[in-house]
């Protein structure tokens, strides 16, 4: 089936730097979604993407949708220590086999933000 | 804002056990999901239903059944929990079409001795 490959899997950074993450598939996506888990939390959505190329912001944060519908990235810009967390990505394609339209996670991004 | 809430944050269950994870949802949301989440393996789906008393199967279904009878409650059940179910559960639940983001809940940590 579908899979997303998320990376990188942790990133350890200096508050104010800026992170980026991406997640990359072999197959086409119609809507890709980025999430955030902090610790004891369940995901909360941050940015949700529909349409090839389009390019989201949500705060610091910035998201796109690749044009190729098979890749997709977030950014964060000047990192706080808030930002702490795993950070997923989701994507939706029409293709997928299996569970028909659901959603396909990436297994997470965990960052570490250093006072 | 949508609430999705699971009855239970932790549990701790013996081999064997039956055991009920509950999730209720309180926005009119058709479709509920029951994920779960283990270290390197990101989320992945046990089973989702997109109306009452319907279920489908998802990636990861042996082991677990699921109920349910009303809209806004969907009940994950582990008929014999085993030790490979020890993880960190999460409901979810959307609106409309298969494109609509998913709303969390919480999680349920259960561990099985």
């Known amino acids: 089936g579908q899979q997303l490959n998320q990376s990188p899997q942790s990133m350890f950074i200096q508050e104010g730097e800026d992170v980026s993450m991406n997640c990359t598939s072999s197959?086409?996506?119609?809507?890709w979604l980025w999430y955030k888990q902090e610790p004891g939390e369940g995901p909360v959505l941050l940015i949700a993407l529909y349409k090839a190329g389009e390019l989201t912001s949500n705060g610091r944060l910035t998201a796109q949708f690749g044009i190729t519908r098979k890749d997709s990235f977030l950014n964060i810009s000047a990192s706080i220590p808030s930002d702490v967390g795993i950070y997923f990505c989701a994507g939706q394609g029409s293709d997928y086999g299996g569970s028909q339209g659901n959603l396909i996670f990436g297994k997470g991004t965990k960052l570490s933000v250093k006072p | 804002d949508v609430k999705v809430t699971q009855s239970s944050r932790y549990l701790v269950k013996r081999t064997g056990e039956k055991v009920f994870l509950e999730c209720v949802q309180d926005m009119d949301h058709e479709n509920m999901f029951w994920y779960r989440q283990d270290p390197g393996l990101g989320l992945r789906l046990i089973y989702f239903?997109?109306?009452?008393?319907?279920?489908e199967k998802g990636d990861i279904p042996e082991g677990y059944s699921v109920s349910r009878e009303k809209k806004e409650r969907f009940s994950l059940i582990l008929e014999s929990a085993s030790t490979n179910q020890t993880s960190m559960y999460l409901c979810a639940s959307s609106s409309g079409g298969w494109s609509s983001p998913l709303h969390f809940g919480n999680g349920t940590r259960l561990t099985v001795t």
């Open positions: 197959s086409i996506f119609n809507t």
């Open positions: 239903s997109y109306d009452v008393k319907m279920k």
